[in-house]
């Protein structure tokens, strides 16, 4: 059904203006409420590989990844990272790592580390019960681009994968900077 908004006519001069400002502010808040537009980032499109336990992958939050528009993958490998971004080099690729689910953490640390000096693009979720908070700053970057503390809740996961990309653009940077 198309509906029609009716601005209303004035005389000459400013009186008019007014009429067709205040008609135009009538017809954008009658768009609004009619058009429900998140304030939120845009959809994040693109390539995720979740890594967890095969025993016990977490279906919930694969399903929450896919609804981001998120091609995700679900595995235990660390080597897929790689493949996978030699293969998705030209568009997003976010890695979630369960950490907890990889036996001896300094062993995932060097191995991050690695991937991280390879694949400056690659935006890396690190995710533990064994740290005290979730980081969303920048200061483990040579590690990952963000830290959350397991559990975590849907906004987290919204909020981590927004500063995963921002850090990820410092990283890429600071990476340059170096070469």
């Known amino acids: 059904m ?3 908004l ?3 006519q004035k005389s000459r001069g400013a009186p008019r203006a007014a009429g067709l400002l205040s008609g135009l502010s009538a017809f954008v808040a009658a768009l609004a409420h009619r058009i429900a537009l998140p304030l939120t980032v845009a959809p994040v499109a693109g390539h995720a590989i979740y890594l967890t336990s095969p025993k016990r992958p977490n279906v919930a939050r694969v399903a ?3 609804s981001k528009n998120l091609q995700v993958a ?3 490998d660390l080597t897929v990272i790689d493949r996978a971004a030699r293969e998705f ?3 997003r690729l976010i890695c979630i790592i369960q950490a907890d689910d990889f036996g001896d953490l300094d062993d995932l640390i060097e191995h991050l580390i690695t991937l991280r000096q390879c694949n400056p693009a690659v935006e890396v979720i690190l995710v533990s019960r064994k740290v005290n908070r979730h980081d969303f700053s920048a200061e483990r970057l040579a590690i990952c681009d963000v830290t959350l503390q ?3 809740t849907s906004s987290d996961l919204d909020e981590a994968l927004i500063s995963a990309h921002h850090n990820n ?3 890429r940077k600071r990476t340059r900077l170096l070469q």
Do not use: D
Request: no cysteine; net charge neutral; charged share 10%.
């Open 150 to 152: 397991y559990p975590y």
């Open 64 to 66: 929450q990844l896919r």
């Open 74 to 76: 679900v595995t235990s």
């Open 6 to 8: 009716h601005l209303p």
């Open 89 to 91: 080099s030209f568009s």
């Open 169 to 171: 653009l410092a990283w």
């Open 2 to 4: 198309e509906q029609t």
